[in-house]
């Protein structure tokens, strides 16, 4: 069974603060991707990554691949109140087209304070 | 269109009662998920379409029906539900690409329908 575990499980900071979700898992994955979703409403696709240590923007969003495709980083720079939900990353492995699965991880409940 | 709608946004039903949840996607996805999520948790899956056929059925209870009546289509049925089943139902989609080994199974979600049974 594939986990995938985030860190850390909760985070409430202070408007314009730096911040960083890891996503870490034992398992290699072919591409891993990262949700936003707000309270009551289905996850946001932002972005999918698929080249071990790739590193992609998304305005104030950086997220890396890591080498080895295991893991992941979301780095949010100067956060703002928007920012606020719960974000996913989920991994897929090598499509067997009719089998697609996602491992989603555990989660990271993030609140901006203005 | 980029969107998945799901209907209900809302859904109150007891024990006794039928109900269906309905999904509907029109990117020319050919593979369509259900899940269900409880409160703080991640979604679980629960069903695969795959060009119109369930490929993966992940040992959901028989009160969940699930149906999907054309590519673009996808229902779940419901009937003699536990209070315990009250939840939020997401569906999802995904495109199959000419090359599957290019395809990275980027799953776009509905709204999600908040199921309670009493």
Redesign the interface.
């Known amino acids: 069974t594939q986990l995938l575990e985030q860190s850390p499980q909760f985070l409430s900071i202070q408007e314009g603060e730096n911040l960083t979700v890891y996503c870490n898992s034992s398992s290699v994955f072919?591409?891993l991707?990262w949700?936003r979703q707000e309270p009551?409403?289905?996850?946001?696709?932002l972005v999918?990554v698929?080249t071990g240590g790739e590193v992609k923007k998304l305005k104030r969003l950086t997220f890396q691949f890591g080498d080895a495709r295991k893991d992941s980083s979301l780095h949010i720079t100067a956060a703002q109140p928007g920012d606020t939900g719960l974000y996913?990353c989920?991994g897929?492995n090598?499509?067997?087209?009719?089998?697609?699965?996602?491992t989603?991880?555990?989660?990271t409940?993030l609140t901006i304070i203005p | 269109d980029t969107e998945v709608t799901q209907t209900p946004k809302h859904l109150v039903m007891g024990m006794t009662n039928k109900k269906s949840l309905k999904c509907e996607q029109h990117m020319g996805h050919r593979a369509m998920y259900w899940y269900k999520q409880k409160a703080k948790k991640p979604p679980e899956l629960m069903f695969v379409y795959s060009y119109e056929k369930l490929s993966i059925n992940e040992s959901v209870p028989s009160r969940f029906s699930p149906e999907c009546p054309n590519s673009s289509l996808l229902n779940l049925h419901l009937h003699a539900l536990q209070p315990e089943d009250s939840a939020l139902y997401l569906c999802a989609s995904s495109q199959e690409t000419s090359s599957r080994v290019s395809s990275y199974n980027e799953q776009f979600f509905g709204p999600g329908t908040r199921l309670t049974v009493l």
């Open positions: 072919s591409s991707q949700y009551g409403e289905g996850p946001v696709l999918t698929v996913l989920a897929a090598h499509p067997n087209f009719g089998n697609e699965k996602l989603f991880g555990t989660g409940r």
